[in-house]
């Protein structure tokens, strides 16, 4: 069955370092997004990538963030400086076409540690 | 979108059948159900989606009455590595692709 992979699984980085994380969505699929899970909290929607262009973000997606399709695999999510706040599991999904019900795949999670 | 309303927690034993309902009072015509399953330090993994009356899978049943207003999750004989969150969602049919909105979910735990 196809799957959204993501690397690094677990990624430990300074205050104020730049990271990029890494996933490679169902190769079918067309629309990508981006997720985060704080510990014991809810899993939240930070941005959405469809046709090479941000379709849709949240409050938390800001002028830190940025997502890039660089080749025809591969989708990641950079964050510039990163903040203590931004430790968190982040989740990438993929869906199809658009047609009908939607159904998100995700990935397995990148543990972010900021210290 | 409609707001949900499920059970923050249920206890269970392996072997049983577990029903977790979820509320939507507010649902849309267009609105289709989707239920969600997450493992500790894991992505969402979906589990089954329906409209109207009784969808099934290898995984589960979901059923929903004619008002569409609640619907269950229905997992069978459930054993210890059903232990999980499984959250319910609600969104448009016709809106194409969008931000998923999860709740708190509902926690159940397996015991032996």
């Known amino acids: 069955e196809p799957e959204v992979t993501q690397t690094p699984s677990h990624q430990v980085t300074q205050m104020g370092q730049e990271v990029i994380l890494r996933c490679v969505p169902i190769s079918n699929h067309l629309y990508f997004y981006w997720y985060r899970q704080i510990l014991g909290q809810k899993v939240e929607f930070l941005v959405s990538?469809?046709?090479?262009?941000?379709?849709?973000k949240s409050e938390i997606f800001d002028d830190q963030f940025s997502v890039e399709r660089p080749d025809g695999s591969n989708f990641t999510l950079k964050i510039r400086s990163t903040k203590l706040e931004d430790s968190a599991m982040y989740f990438c999904?993929?869906?199809?076409?658009?047609?009908?019900?939607?159904?998100?795949?995700f990935g397995p999670g990148t543990r972010l540690t900021v210290l | 979108l409609a707001k949900t309303t499920q059970p923050i927690s249920m206890d269970s034993y392996e072997g049983q059948e577990v029903n977790i309902t979820c509320s939507h009072n507010n649902i849309a015509t267009n609105d289709y159900i989707t239920w969600y399953q997450q493992f500790p330090s894991q992505g969402p993994r979906f589990i089954i989606q329906g409209y109207k009356t009784k969808v099934t899978n290898e995984v589960a049943s979901l059923f929903i009455p004619a008002d569409r207003k609640s619907s269950t999750l229905s997992l069978p004989r459930v054993s210890l590595s059903d232990t999980a969150v499984y959250y319910c969602l609600v969104d448009r049919m016709d809106t194409g692709r969008r931000a998923l909105t999860f709740g708190s979910g509902t926690r159940l735990q397996v015991q032996p």
């Open positions: 999904a993929s869906s199809d076409d658009g047609q009908g019900p939607d159904t998100q795949y």
């Open positions: 990538f469809y046709n090479n262009e941000i379709s849709e």
